[in-house]
Nanobody
Framework: QVKLVESGGGSVQAGGSLRLSCEYS?????MGWFRQAPGKEREGVAT????????AYADFVKGRFTISQDRTNNTLYLQMNSLKPEDTATYYC??????????????????WGKGTLVTISS
């Protein structure tokens, strides 16, 4: 079973940046980040397929967040810039072995980390 451990969450002011990290025991084809804000459903943020074959981003983070994978160090990253109060959520690292299309649609995800909290103040 793949193990995923997130880190890097914290509190910053709007306009600031954070970089989330996810250390994993081994990579699955689809690696990604999801988030869940209080009182809301979990939503996909970004995914990367096959290491660097393709990436996908939710519209609300395009141009601000960047997902990357360091396969040498078994770490997935999410660089978050220009943060907004509405980005406040618990961010989860996730993985699955679906295909490219499923990965881009945040489907076929079956392994989850415990999450790291990101709080953005205005």
């Amino acid at each position: 079973q793949v193990k995923l451990v997130e880190s890097g969450g914290g509190s910053v002011q709007a306009g600031g940046s954070l970089r989330l990290s996810c250390e994993y025991s081994y990579s699955l084809l689809c690696m990604g980040w999801f988030r869940q804000a209080p009182g809301k459903e979990r939503e996909g943020v970004a995914t990367v397929y096959g290491g660097d074959i393709s990436t996908a981003y939710a519209d609300f983070v395009k141009g601000r967040f960047t997902i990357s994978q360091d396969r040498t160090n078994n770490t997935l990253y999410l660089q978050m810039n220009s943060l907004k109060p509405e980005d406040t959520a618990t961010y989860y690292c996730a993985a699955g072995n679906g295909g490219t299309a499923s990965c881009s649609l945040y489907r076929d995800i079956n392994v989850w980390g415990k999450g790291t909290l990101v709080t953005i103040s205005s």
